[in-house]
C-alpha cells in the first residue's frame, strides 16, 4: 500500500463486528428501514435474488426458488474460490492501480457481490443488493462483478445507505460488468448517505454485440463528497449505453460525478442525460466524455441543472471527441434559476412560492426517464417529493 493510500485510509477504522446471516425479515428494525429507502423491498418473493452486506459481513445471498439455475448470486470471495475462470474478469475493466481508492480496494478487499445471469434468461423479476455501512467511521471496500451471458436480461437494484447512528466513513465500490452478445442489463443503484462520509464509485462496462447497459444512478441526500466516472466500452457491432443520472446536491455536498462513453464498434451508440439539482452550499460537477473511434457510431451528452441557492454551484463539463470520420456526437446543456414567470404562474393558480418551487423541481427531476419497474419508479418520485418538499 503506497504511502497516499495510507493516509487516505488512515482517517477511517477497519474495526468491525462480524454480522451473522439472516433473513432481511429478522433485520434490526433501523437497518431493514434504511435499506428500504434505498430500494430495497422486505418481501424476498418479489425480487429473483437478493444480496446484503454490512460493513465487512455479508449477511444473506439467497436467490428465489423460481430462478434458481437461472442467475446465481454470492460474494466476489466466495465466486473467485469457486470459478478459476472468473479471475479472467477480476480487475480486468478496472486497473487496480489506477489510483489511491482501487489500490485501497485491493489491498484491503472487504467482500461484494457477484451475480450471473445465465445465457438466454430472461428474469421477469428485479435482483436487488444492499452495501451498507453501520459502524460510525467504518472503511468498507467492495469489489462487484456482474456478468450478463449472451440473450440474457435482468434488472438489478442496488441500494448504498448507512445506519441512522453513522455520520463519517468511506465507501469505495468497485464495479465490472459484463454484457455479453444480445444481452441486456439494467443496473439501478440509489445512494443515500450521510453528511461526513466519503464515497468512491469505481465502474466499467464491457459490451457486446446487439448488447445493451441502462445504468441509472439516483443521489438525494447530504454527502461529504462523492466522486464517480464510469466507463462504458462499446466494443460490439451495434452495442448500446444509456447513462441516467439524478442528483439532489444538499448542505455541503461536493458531488463530481459523470459517465465516459466510449465507441468501439460499428453501429455502436451511447447517451449520458443528467439533472441536476443543488441547494445551500453544495457543489455539483457533472462531467460528460463521448468518445468515438469508429466510424457509424453515435452518441450524445444532455446535462440539465437547477441552481436553488446563490451559494449553490453546478458545473457542466461536456467533452466530444471524434477519431474517425463518420462518427457523430452531440451535446446539450443547461444550467440555471427557477425562472420566476414560472413561480409567478403558478402562484397565480393558488400555490405558495414555495409550493410553486417545490412543484418545478419535483417536475425537473422527471423519473420516468429511467424506465424503472413501476413500484420503484413511485418509491423514488417519493423520496424525491419528500427531498424537496423539506428543502425548499
Not at 454490512?54 to 470459478?83: C, N, P, W
Not at 480486468?92 to 450471473?116: E, H, M, N, P
Not at 450521510?194 to 443521489?219: K, M, Q
Request: hydrophobic share 40%; aromatic share 8%.
Amino acid at each position: 500500500m503506497s504511502p497516499k493510500t495510507r493516509l487516505v485510509l488512515g482517517r477511517y477504522s477497519r474495526e468491525a463486528k462480524e454480522w451473522p446471516s439472516c433473513p432481511l425479515s429478522l433485520l434490526p428494525e433501523e437497518i431493514l428501514r434504511r435499506s428500504m429507502d434505498v430500494g430495497v423491498v422486505s418481501d424476498e418473493g418479489e425480487r429473483a435474488a437478493t444480496y446484503l452486506q454490512i460493513d465487512h459481513s455479508v449477511v444473506l445471498q439467497a436467490v428465489q426458488e423460481a430462478f434458481k439455475g437461472k442467475i446465481e448470486v454470492m460474494s466476489t470471495r466466495e465466486a473467485l474460490e469457486r470459478y478459476g475462470w472468473l479471475r479472467d474478469y477480476w480487475w480486468k475493466l478496472v486497473r487496480a492501480d489506477a489510483d489511491d481508492y482501487t489500490r485501497l480496494a485491493d489491498s484491503l478487499w472487504d467482500q461484494g457481490y457477484f451475480i450471473r445471469v445465465f445465457e438466454g434468461e430472461k428474469v421477469i423479476l428485479p435482483l436487488q443488493s444492499c452495501l451498507f455501512m453501520s459502524t460510525e467511521n467504518i472503511n468498507q471496500n467492495v469489489h462487484n462483478v456482474v456478468i450478463a451471458e449472451p440473450r440474457s436480461e435482468a434488472h438489478i437494484i442496488t441500494g448504498c445507505t448507512v445506519h441512522p447512528n453513522v455520520h463519517s466513513g468511506l465507501h469505495v465500490g468497485v464495479s465490472e460488468f459484463y454484457v455479453k452478445e444480445g444481452a441486456k442489463l439494467t443496473f439501478t443503484m440509489i445512494h443515500s448517505w450521510a453528511p461526513e462520509v466519503e464515497v468512491r464509485p469505481r465502474s466499467a462496462a464491457l459490451i457486446g454485440d446487439d448488447a445493451t447497459f441502462i445504468s441509472n444512478y439516483i443521489s438525494l441526500k447530504p454527502v461529504k463528497s462523492l466522486q464517480m466516472y464510469p466507463t462504458a466500452y462499446c466494443r460490439g457491432e451495434d452495442s448500446r449505453v444509456s447513462f441516467n443520472l439524478i442528483l439532489y446536491g444538499v448542505g455541503e455536498s461536493k458531488i463530481d460525478v459523470g459517465a465516459k462513453v466510449v465507441l468501439q464498434g460499428e453501429g455502436s451508440r451511447g447517451e449520458v442525460v443528467s439533472r441536476a439539482v443543488a441547494t445551500d452550499k453544495a457543489q455539483i460537477y457533472v462531467r460528460g466524455f463521448l468518445l468515438g473511434e469508429r466510424e457509424e457510431s453515435r452518441a450524445h451528452l444532455e446535462c440539465r441543472g437547477l441552481l436553488l441557492s446563490d451559494e449553490a454551484m453546478i458545473h457542466a463539463i461536456p467533452e466530444l471527441l471524434a477519431k474517425v470520420k463518420g462518427a457523430e456526437l452531440s451535446h446539450e446543456a443547461a444550467v440555471g434559476k427557477i425562472a420566476e414567470d414560472q413561480i409567478l404562474y403558478l402562484m397565480a393558480r393558488g400555490f405558495s412560492r414555495e409550493e410553486a418551487e417545490s412543484l418545478i423541481v419535483r417536475g425537473f427531476m422527471d423519473v420516468s426517464i429511467l424506465g424503472l419497474p413501476e413500484r420503484l419508479s413511485r418509491d423514488i418520485k417519493r423520496m424525491i417529493d419528500a427531498t424537496t418538499l423539506g428543502a425548499l
